[in-house]
């Protein structure tokens, strides 16, 4: 097969002639019943869960009340995706998503590798959301009197860890009770755990509870899981106007100076916390084929999801900076933390109730996009056929949502919550780079059948430059220290807590007597506690670095140089590359501007994180293209009907 055979394309055409199809014989067919209320309502449940009972918190310590700038970045950049979505929706009226405007914009290759990517950020989003949700409902519990093993509620990956690092703390003098709350529960779970062999059985019961429960909810049909959906959205908005309304009476304005206290890096520190509360939007676009209006009303559902969501995640982290000190809130579940710090413990009750709603909303329209995604692929002949079946009865992707109940479900008992979010962002951020990119892909082609919603022209031509030349003012006028510390590798010194961990009992004995020997008073007081006496440092970055440069340890063990760096930038390396190519792009071909700002904003975000999270999702596509030319290139429809 020749190559261009990988960028065979389908026309909107077919398409559209195909859905007509199933209409109108009944095959394949999925119920109508979504209007533009029931998707606005779809996006609010998808998006207003984690964000703001869970990751609020650690981005607003990181950024104080100027936190509300990042909402409004992330919100910014989610609406370019938004525009681009609404777009190929309006164009594409099917369940593909990104999978199918991909398909049309690119050809059969690229869409294979976002369809196997949107896996990711569905599947690996939903046991974001499941592990997260049961621990909201195990605390739920705790509250109530029952309380489950620690190795039925918590994951093996943060058990295993977990005790690992406890051993390497206690080991370096720390005493149990100083440990943090989530390293003692790793530890107590590793440790009671029923073994097998030199096996652990430590997995999250209850996370695996939440997705049989939603999986047959989603199984039964459309009509009742909008219905479930509904309810639950209009519960936790009820909720959430309830905080608002409560905590504005305890706001003290003193805890707004400052505004920013870490600057611009620490608002943008939370980046990747915030943008995963804004992914579920795009949810919305899986379910075209059971809107009945979806040229109209799914432009309509994105944005207003989008707008309503904002506007609430902003006045929340008002109020709770207001409420207290913006260094105190990071704490897990911060809304709880701040009305049960000024004793309204009416109040937590309420929140711990709703996070356990808001959660289940949030993986109920997860776990209905990640079968639709299937289905559609399926009917290209790139997944077996048993995929694409549809149940007579409930008329949903029946087979598909059964086996993405396993899929979720089985990582769940296992997987770490940190690792499986960030895997699930940069998923959902390479999607919307590719939407975006298929719409400037598009943007000239007249053979292209339009559909009710278009986003807005403006040329990019000039505007790009005069950004650029803003960005380089910035980068070498405002942060120049960062800017050249980056350009040249200067090399870093490691925090505390990673020198100790990554200590053996002789290197640790002899920080430990070197530190005594600075500072004997602080070192004989209480119970020796190796990271309590260098963390005291770090308060004074010159002080740190001299105790660090004297530390009787090798410097690979100290600071952070060289290869081992650099790697870390490469993603941002990428990032800059790619926006030159960019800006030479949109000046010769003068492309539309809103797509373009959404392809960039979602490249930075991309690039903000780890290498690690590049390195995972490169092993992930490459796994999916073993598939493709395995099966799916030889099965797709466009090459039975070619041969």
């Given at each position: 097969m020749?190559?261009?055979?990988?960028?065979?394309?389908?026309?909107?055409?077919?398409?559209?002639?195909?859905?007509?199809?199933?209409?109108?014989d009944?095959?394949?067919?999925?119920?109508?019943h979504?209007?533009?209320?029931?998707?606005?309502?779809?996006?609010?449940a998808?998006?207003?869960?984690?964000?703001?009972?869970s990751?609020?918190?650690?981005?607003?310590?990181d950024?104080?009340?100027?936190?509300i700038?990042?909402?409004?970045?992330?919100?910014?950049a989610?609406?370019?995706?938004?525009?681009?979505?609404?777009?190929f929706?309006?164009?594409?009226?099917?369940?593909?998503?990104?999978?199918?405007?991909?398909?049309?914009?690119?050809?059969?290759?690229?869409?294979?590798?976002?369809?196997?990517?949107?896996?990711?950020?569905y599947?690996?989003?939903?046991?974001?959301v499941?592990?997260?949700?049961?621990d909201?409902?195990?605390?739920?519990?705790?509250?109530?009197?029952?309380?489950?093993?620690?190795?039925?509620?918590?994951?093996?990956?943060?058990?295993?860890?977990?005790f690992k690092d406890?051993?390497?703390?206690?080991?370096?003098g720390?005493?149990?009770?100083?440990?943090?709350?989530?390293?003692?529960?790793a530890?107590?779970?590793?440790?009671?755990?029923?073994?097998?062999?030199?096996?652990?059985?430590?997995?999250?019961?209850?996370?695996?509870?939440?997705?049989?429960?939603i999986?047959?909810?989603?199984y039964?049909?459309?009509?009742?899981?909008?219905?479930?959906?509904?309810?639950?959205?209009v519960v936790?908005l009820?909720?959430?106007?309830?905080?608002?309304?409560?905590?504005?009476?305890?706001v003290?304005?003193?805890?707004?100076?400052?505004?920013?206290?870490?600057?611009?890096?620490?608002?943008?520190?939370?980046?990747?916390?915030?943008?995963?509360?804004?992914?579920g939007?795009?949810?919305?676009?899986?379910?075209?084929?059971?809107?009945?209006?979806?040229?109209?009303?799914?432009?309509?559902?994105?944005?207003?999801?989008?707008?309503?969501?904002?506007?609430?995640?902003i006045?929340?982290?008002?109020?709770?900076?207001?409420?207290?000190s913006y260094?105190?809130?990071?704490?897990g579940?911060?809304?709880?933390?701040?009305?049960?710090?000024?004793?309204?413990?009416?109040?937590?009750?309420?929140?711990a109730?709703?996070?356990?709603?808001?959660?289940?909303?949030?993986?109920?329209?997860?776990?209905?996009?990640?079968?639709?995604i299937?289905?559609?692929?399926?009917?290209?002949?790139?997944?077996?056929?048993?995929?694409?079946?549809v149940?007579?009865?409930?008329?949903?992707?029946?087979?598909?949502?059964?086996?993405?109940?396993?899929?979720?479900?089985?990582?769940?008992?296992?997987?770490?919550l940190?690792?499986?979010t960030?895997?699930?962002?940069?998923?959902?951020?390479?999607?919307?780079?590719?939407?975006?990119?298929?719409?400037?892909?598009?943007q000239?082609?007249?053979?292209?059948?339009?559909?009710?919603?278009?986003?807005p022209?403006?040329?990019?031509?000039?505007?790009?430059?005069?950004?650029?030349?803003?960005?380089?003012?910035?980068?070498?006028g405002?942060?120049?220290?960062?800017?050249?510390?980056?350009?040249?590798?200067?090399?870093?010194?490691?925090?505390?807590?990673?020198?100790?961990?990554?200590?053996?009992?002789?290197?640790?004995?002899?920080v430990?007597?070197?530190?005594?020997?600075?500072?004997?008073?602080?070192a004989?007081?209480?119970?020796?506690d190796?990271?309590?006496?260098l963390?005291?440092?770090?308060?004074?970055?010159?002080?740190?670095?001299?105790?660090?440069?004297?530390?009787?340890?090798?410097?690979?063990?100290?600071?952070?140089?060289?290869?081992?760096?650099?790697?870390?930038?490469i993603?941002?390396?990428?990032?800059?590359?790619?926006?030159?190519?960019?800006?030479?792009?949109?000046?010769?071909?003068?492309?539309?501007?809103?797509?373009?700002?959404?392809?960039?904003?979602?490249l930075?975000?991309?690039?903000?994180?780890?290498v690690?999270?590049?390195?995972?999702f490169?092993?992930?596509?490459?796994i999916?293209?073993?598939?493709?030319?395995?099966?799916?290139?030889?099965?797709?429809k466009?090459?039975?009907?070619?041969a």
């Open positions: 020749a190559l261009n055979g990988l960028f065979r394309k389908k026309t909107v055409q077919d398409i559209l002639k195909q859905v007509e199809k199933n209409n109108a009944g095959h394949n067919a999925l119920g109508k979504l209007t533009a209320r029931d998707l606005t309502a779809f996006g609010i998808a998006i207003v869960g984690a964000g703001i009972f990751t609020i918190g650690k981005a607003s310590a950024g104080g009340p100027a936190v700038f990042l909402f409004l970045f992330t919100a910014i989610c609406s370019f995706a938004a525009f681009a979505y609404a777009e929706a309006s164009m594409v009226p099917v369940s593909g998503s990104a999978y199918t405007y991909s398909y049309v914009a690119f050809g059969e290759i690229i869409a294979w590798i976002i369809g196997w990517a949107l896996i990711m950020e599947a690996v989003g939903n046991i974001t499941a592990i997260s949700w049961s909201y409902f195990t605390g739920l519990l705790d509250s109530m009197g029952i309380h489950l093993p620690q190795y039925a509620q918590m994951d093996y990956l943060s058990a295993s860890n977990g406890a051993t390497a703390l206690m080991q370096s720390k005493t149990f009770e100083n440990l943090s709350l989530a390293t003692q529960a530890y107590t779970a590793w440790t009671t755990s029923p073994v097998i062999g030199s096996f652990h059985l430590v997995a999250d019961l209850p996370a695996l509870l939440i997705i049989v429960l999986t047959a909810l989603v039964r049909g459309m009509k009742e899981s909008r219905n479930a959906s509904n309810i639950m959205v936790k009820c909720i959430v106007l309830l905080v608002i309304a409560v905590g504005i009476f305890y003290d304005v003193d805890n707004w100076h400052p505004f920013a206290p870490n600057g611009v890096s620490g608002v943008l520190k939370g980046v990747s916390a915030v943008f995963f509360a804004y992914i939007f795009d949810a919305i676009s899986t379910t075209a084929e059971e809107c009945k209006d979806p040229q109209r009303d799914l432009p309509k559902g994105m944005m207003w999801a989008i707008i309503i969501c904002t506007l609430l995640y006045a929340i982290a008002l109020v709770l900076t207001g409420m207290v260094n105190e809130l990071n704490v579940d911060p809304l709880a933390f701040v009305f049960d710090k000024l004793h309204l413990k009416w109040m937590s009750g309420i929140i109730v709703s996070a356990v709603i808001a959660m289940a909303s949030v993986l109920l329209v997860f776990q209905m996009g990640q079968p639709r299937w289905m559609s692929m399926s009917r290209d002949g790139l997944l077996p056929k048993r995929f694409s079946t149940h007579p009865k409930y008329k949903t992707p029946s087979y598909a949502t059964i086996v993405t109940g396993f899929v979720v479900a089985i990582p769940a008992l296992f997987l770490n940190t690792m499986v960030d895997l699930c962002s940069i998923g959902t951020l390479f999607a919307f780079v590719l939407v975006c990119a298929g719409v400037l892909a598009l000239n082609r007249t053979d292209i059948p339009r559909g009710k919603f278009k986003t022209y403006v040329n990019s031509k000039f505007i790009m430059p005069v950004l650029m030349i803003m960005g380089l003012v910035f980068a070498f405002y942060n120049k220290k960062n800017t050249m510390d980056f350009i040249t590798n200067e090399t870093q010194i490691n925090s505390s807590a990673a020198i100790i961990t990554s200590l053996d009992k002789e290197e640790t004995q002899k430990y007597d070197y530190l005594v020997s600075v500072d004997a008073k602080n004989t007081t209480g119970t020796p190796l990271e309590f006496l963390s005291q440092y770090q308060q004074d970055d010159a002080k740190y670095a001299s105790v660090i440069a004297s530390l009787p340890v090798s410097d690979s063990i100290k600071y952070e140089s060289g290869f081992d760096l650099f790697k870390h930038k993603p941002m390396w990428i990032f800059l590359i790619v926006l030159v190519g960019l800006s030479v792009w949109s000046f010769k071909e003068n492309l539309s501007l809103i797509p373009l700002l959404g392809l960039i904003c979602c930075y975000m991309m690039a903000e994180l780890s690690w999270n590049w390195i995972y490169t092993i992930w596509l490459l999916g293209l073993t598939i493709y030319f395995g099966f799916s290139r030889n099965n797709s466009l090459n039975l009907k070619e």
